[in-house]
C-alpha cells in the first residue's frame, strides 16, 4: 500500500505564486517600450481625470491621438489609477502586470480545483505562466537578459 503525500493548497498557491514572481522578476528592471508609448506615455486620457468619461466611449488609444478597434476602459482605468500612482517609472507598472498575472494564474488554479482537475493545476498553470512569457515582449526582453547571463545566444526574432 503506497502513502499518499498531502499537499495543501495554501502550500501550493503559494508555490505558484512565488514561481511566478521568479519568471517575471527580470521585468522589473526594463523600462517601457512599444507600445507602451501609445497605451502610457503619449495617452492624455489616463494622465489627466478630466479624461476619465472618455475611457468609457474611446478606444484605448485614442488619448494618444491614434484610432485602435481595443475598447478596454478597464485597462484604461487601471494605467489611470497607475500613472497617477508612479508616472512613468516603468517597476511599477511591471510589478503590477506581474500581480495580475500571477493572480490569472491562482484564480486558474481555484477554477481547475472546482471543476476537480487537480492531476493537471500546477502543469496548466506553469503553462500558463510560461506562455505569457513567450507572448508579452517586455517579458520577451526579460528571457533575452536571462539567456544573456547564461552565455547563451538570444534573437530578437521569436520562432513558434
Known amino acids: 500500500m503506497r502513502n499518499k503525500i498531502h499537499i495543501s493548497n495554501s502550500f501550493l498557491v503559494a508555490c505558484l505564486i512565488v514561481i511566478g514572481f521568479i519568471v ?17 506615455l503619449k495617452n492624455a486620457y489616463i494622465q489627466d481625470t478630466q479624461y476619465l468619461p472618455k475611457l468609457f466611449s474611446e478606444n ?14 478597464v485597462l484604461l482605468s487601471v494605467f489611470t489609477i497607475e500613472w497617477h500612482l508612479w ?4 517597476p511599477g507598472w511591471h510589478i503590477v502586470n506581474t500581480l495580475f498575472h500571477v493572480g490569472d494564474g491562482v484564480l486558474l488554479f481555484w477554477i481547475l480545483k472546482l471543476l476537480e482537475l487537480q492531476g493537471y493545476l500546477c502543469l496548466f498553470w506553469l503553462f ?13 526582453l526579460s528571457l533575452c537578459l536571462l539567456i544573456k547571463k547564461c552565455q547563451m545566444p538570444c534573437s530578437h526574432k521569436v520562432h513558434l
Open 24 to 40: 517575471y522578476m527580470l521585468s522589473f528592471q526594463n523600462g517601457l517600450f512599444w507600445d507602451d508609448d501609445d497605451f502610457i
Open 60 to 73: 484605448v488609444i485614442a488619448g494618444a491621438g491614434l484610432v485602435s478597434n481595443y475598447w478596454r476602459p
Open 87 to 90: 508616472g512613468a517609472w516603468a
Open 128 to 140: 500558463l505562466q510560461l506562455s505569457r512569457v513567450q507572448i508579452q515582449n517586455d517579458y520577451f
